[in-house]
T-cell receptor, first 114, second 113 residues
């Protein structure tokens, strides 16, 4: 059972564009939603995270939008740069009774072209 | 400061052999997690250690997989009688008390011939 569904699988944007990656979850008990960035040969690195008591969070060029009623959240990358080309993963975790283990989406390969 | 360290970075072995993967968490991090990442896929949870509590082994795919952690230090993931489907990148993460955020190492890329 895939508890976190991520789309699109891949995405190509021009430099300066705003790629948007979407995730949907099933378990309403999830209470922490991070986004990770992964470069080839490297481990995932935390970009930004949100808890369900807020609808939006911004950190630099990265914004998470969260819709609790729709059980969806998305990542927006403002003014995208070629250096943002990487694979992005959304995830969700359950603190109470879940031990904070992360359930990941299947990833989105982003390419930012000049 | 030092991040999560994993060794070896690459491991190639023959089917049927046992392998041992090592993870050094960030100092002071009480929680440690192992995940598996198959080629082109997301990460799958394997096992979780929190302090001296019993580990959460709910993600281990078979009894060929086991892991140990001594206190709040190094952890080893052991795969016995390896199979080709075990080929993947094995990632370790640690987190401070409270559980988040999880910081990942660069993984061990395991290839079973």
């Amino acid at each position: 059972q895939q508890q976190v569904k991520q789309s699109p699988q891949s995405l190509i944007v021009q430099k300066g564009g705003i790629p948007i990656i979407n995730c949907a979850y099933e378990n309403t008990a999830f209470d922490y939603f991070p986004w990770y960035q992964q470069f080839p040969g490297k481990g995932p690195a935390l970009l930004i995270a949100i808890r369900p008591d807020v609808s939006e969070k911004k950190e630099g060029r990265f914004t998470i939008s969260f819709n609790k009623s729709a059980k969806q959240f998305s990542l927006h990358i403002m003014d995208s740069q070629p250096g943002d080309s990487a694979t992005y993963f959304c995830a969700a975790s359950l603190a109470t009774g879940g031990g904070n283990k992360l359930t990941f989406g299947t990833g989105t390969q982003l390419k930012v072209e000049l | 400061g030092a991040g999560v360290s994993q060794s070896p970075s690459n491991k190639v072995t023959e089917k049927g052999k046992d392998v041992e993967l090592r993870c050094d968490p960030i100092s002071g991090h009480t929680a440690l997690y192992w995940y598996r990442q198959r080629l082109g896929q997301g990460l799958e949870f394997l096992i979780y250690f929190q302090g001296n509590s019993a580990p959460d082994k709910s993600g281990l795919p078979s009894d060929r997989f086991s892991a140990e952690r001594t206190g709040e230090s190094v952890s080893t993931l052991t795969i016995q009688r390896t199979q080709q489907e075990d080929s993947a990148v094995y990632l370790c993460a640690s987190s401070p008390p409270g559980g988040q955020p999880q910081h990942f190492g660069d993984g061990t890329r395991l290839s079973i011939l």
